[in-house]
Nanobody, 129 residues
Framework: QVQLVESGGGSVQAGGSLRLSCAASGYTYSTYSTDCMGWFRQGQGEERESVATIDATGHTTYPEDVKGRFTISRDNAKNTLYLQMNSLKPEDTGMYYC????????????????????WGQGTQVTVSS
């Protein structure tokens, strides 16, 4: 079965940068390169929300609050997903998860169901002011 493992979280000051990675394994009949992948963020006491998605063609989507600051990318040869986060703000603080099979119809940051799909264990990002 597919497993996802995130890494790269940490503590930074506002304005700083972090790069998250998500290593995928366990693909047998399907291939990582065809999967819609996404990054999600969950602040303390808040619901999990999408911050970026990328489909099999490399098309990406972002909500307005991270657009221009976050960049999602994938290396299909390494089965690895990345999230480059620049100009970080205190409100970006939270647990970051990568996931696949989370969408209902479209590979888009607005179309997801956190009750379905495959999720990693998360990596903590803390941004101080």
């Amino acid at each position: 079965q597919v497993q996802l493992v995130e890494s790269g979280g940490g503590s930074v000051q506002a304005g700083g940068s972090l790069r998250l990675s998500c290593a995928a394994s366990g693909y047998t009949y399907s291939t990582y390169s065809t999967d819609c992948m996404g990054w999600f963020r969950q602040g303390q006491g808040e619901e999990r929300e999408s911050v970026a998605t990328i489909d099999a063609t490399g098309h990406t989507t972002y909500p307005e609050d991270v657009k221009g600051r976050f960049t999602i990318s994938r290396d299909n040869a390494k089965n690895t997903l990345y999230l480059q986060m620049n100009s970080l703000k205190p409100e970006d603080t939270g647990m970051y998860y990568c996931a696949t099979d989370f969408f209902r119809r479209l590979c888009h940051y607005t179309d997801y169901d956190t009750r379905q799909g495959v999720w990693g264990q998360g990596t903590q990002v803390t941004v101080s002011s």
